[in-house]
């Protein structure tokens, strides 16, 4: 008798838990009649008792479905590298690399330490920028560089706060 008790315990358990399908509870129903006539019988439920535990699982879908470990590695990467710059104080970020002359070969994590560090407010950078991106034919329409701000107008020097992390 103890061992039915444990057992509708435990079913009663599953039901309260049941998900919006009602999956582990129908799981369980299912089932029912035969752990009822299994525990009579004295017989060992625990493999039974396990398919239904199974059951109640909910089955995990990565987010991440299209990207193999690499990217997601890559991505994850690029994540820390974003929080390392935005929590380094403008004047210690490295700008060594950085010469706005070559800045249509930046990558993003460069353009992130260009406008967190401050160099983007030299009156002088995005001349520089735009004649650099001319070289490269990169063209920006309506003389936007980055959605929301004008370049080098009333950009923060904290700018790569207000960034968007793209395709993280």
Same mark, same amino acid.
């Given at each position: 008798?103890?061992?039915?008790?444990?057992?509708?315990?435990?079913?009663?358990?599953?039901?309260?838990?049941?998900?919006?399908?009602?999956?582990?509870? &129908?799981?369980?129903?299912?089932?029912?009649? %035969?752990?009822?006539?299994?525990? @009579?019988?004295? @017989?060992?439920?625990?493999?039974?008792?396990?398919?239904?535990?199974?059951?109640?699982?909910?089955?995990?879908?990565?987010?991440?479905?299209?990207?193999?470990?690499?990217?997601?590695?890559? &991505?994850?990467?690029?994540? #820390?590298?974003?929080?390392?710059?935005?929590?380094?104080?403008?004047?210690?970020?490295?700008?060594?690399?950085?010469?706005?002359?070559?800045?249509?070969?930046?990558?993003?994590?460069?353009?992130?330490?260009?406008?967190?560090?401050?160099?983007?407010?030299?009156?002088?950078?995005?001349?520089?920028?735009?004649?650099?991106?001319?070289?490269?034919?990169?063209?920006?329409?309506?003389?936007?560089?980055? %959605?929301?701000?004008?370049?080098?107008?009333?950009?923060?020097? @904290?700018?790569? #706060?207000?960034?968007?992390? #793209?395709?993280?």
């Amino acid at each position: 008798m103890p061992l039915l008790l444990a057992a509708l315990a435990r079913l009663d358990a599953k039901a309260d838990e049941c998900d919006l399908a009602g999956h582990p509870a &129908r799981a369980a129903a299912a089932e029912f009649d %035969e752990m009822v006539e299994a525990i @009579s019988q004295g @017989s060992d439920c625990a493999e039974m008792l396990e398919a239904q535990d199974q059951a109640g699982q909910p089955v995990a879908s990565s987010p991440f479905t299209g990207f193999d470990n690499g990217e997601l590695l890559q &991505r994850l990467r690029e994540k #820390q590298e974003r929080e390392k710059i935005a929590a380094t104080a403008p004047e210690d970020i490295d700008i060594s690399d950085l010469d706005p002359d070559e800045a249509a070969d930046w990558d993003d994590l460069q353009w992130e330490r260009a406008l967190r560090s401050g160099i983007s407010d030299d009156p002088d950078f995005w001349t520089r920028v735009r004649a650099s991106e001319a070289a490269a034919g990169i063209v920006h329409e309506d003389d936007e560089m980055f %959605e929301g701000f004008m370049p080098g107008e009333d950009m923060p020097a @904290s700018g790569a #706060q207000a960034l968007p992390l #793209q395709g993280v």
